[in-house]
């Protein structure tokens, strides 16, 4: 299994500002992905981050709000930008490795947004 | 519209009382079923995968079981250290893509000593 880590693990935000969150994968993955968790609700995916090309969006989420990069096989960026609280949430990093169809999480970025 | 349905919300156990989680799902096709726990604060903890009815998967007091239209996740003689939220999600083979995997809400495990 993959260990995937995650940071900041919490943090607490300015109502328009943007926070980019970081993960990094400890093995080469073919996968990557960002996940939503609001409270009391379901797991959402974002997107799939793709490496090197732009990443592959869900429906009802957008680029010029949730802009990802995955620059190698082992990590990649969330930026959840011009913050309102609404993007309060748990933002979940997920990666599947190269010979199983397992997803494997990180902790979990809290963001709260004043 | 494809959809889980996790059952009940939340159960608590007396240490040692067995009991049953259910995931209930409809779906247009199924690639694949995955149970996982969620401790308060971290991130799902992978358990199992099934992938076709009649399908079983067993580990430590864990067992997990697939049907046609659900599946079950049987505790046995549960400890307090199992409680946790066990989250089910499942995979279709129409999914954009591999990660898209469709959650339910959970069920909160509380087992007391």
């Known amino acids: 299994s993959a260990v995937i880590s995650q940071k900041p693990s919490r943090d607490i935000c300015q109502r328009g500002t943007s926070l980019t969150i970081q993960c990094q994968v400890d093995s080469q993955v073919t996968m990557m992905f960002w996940y939503r968790q609001q409270p009391g609700q379901s797991l959402t995916l974002i997107a799939t981050?793709?490496?090197?090309?732009?990443?592959?969006?869900e429906s009802g989420f957008v680029i010029d709000k949730f802009p990802i990069s995955r620059p190698n096989l082992t990590f990649s960026t969330l930026t959840v930008s011009n913050m309102s609280p609404e993007d309060s949430s748990i933002y979940l990093c997920?990666?599947?490795?190269?010979?199983?169809?397992?997803?494997?999480f990180g902790e979990g970025s809290r963001l709260t947004v004043l | 519209e494809d959809q889980v349905t996790q059952s009940p919300e939340a159960l608590r156990l007396q240490e040692g009382e067995s009991s049953s989680l259910n995931c209930s799902y409809t779906?247009?096709?199924?690639?694949?079923l995955f149970w996982y726990r969620q401790d308060p604060g971290k991130g799902p903890e992978f358990l199992f995968t099934?992938?076709?009815a009649g399908e079983e998967k067993e580990k430590e007091r864990l067992k997990a079981t697939l049907t046609k239209k659900e599946s079950f996740l049987h505790i046995t003689a549960p400890k307090p250290e199992d409680s946790a939220t066990y989250l089910c999600?499942?995979?279709?083979?129409?999914?954009?893509?591999?990660?898209?995997?469709?959650f339910g809400k959970g069920t909160k495990l509380s087992v007391k000593p």
């Open positions: 981050a793709n490496q090197g090309s732009e990443a592959t969006y």
């Open positions: 779906v247009s096709g199924l690639r694949g």
């Open positions: 099934l992938y076709s």
């Open positions: 999600a499942v995979q279709t083979p129409y999914g954009g893509s591999q990660g898209n995997l469709i």
């Open positions: 997920s990666a599947s490795g190269f010979y199983t169809g397992e997803l494997f």
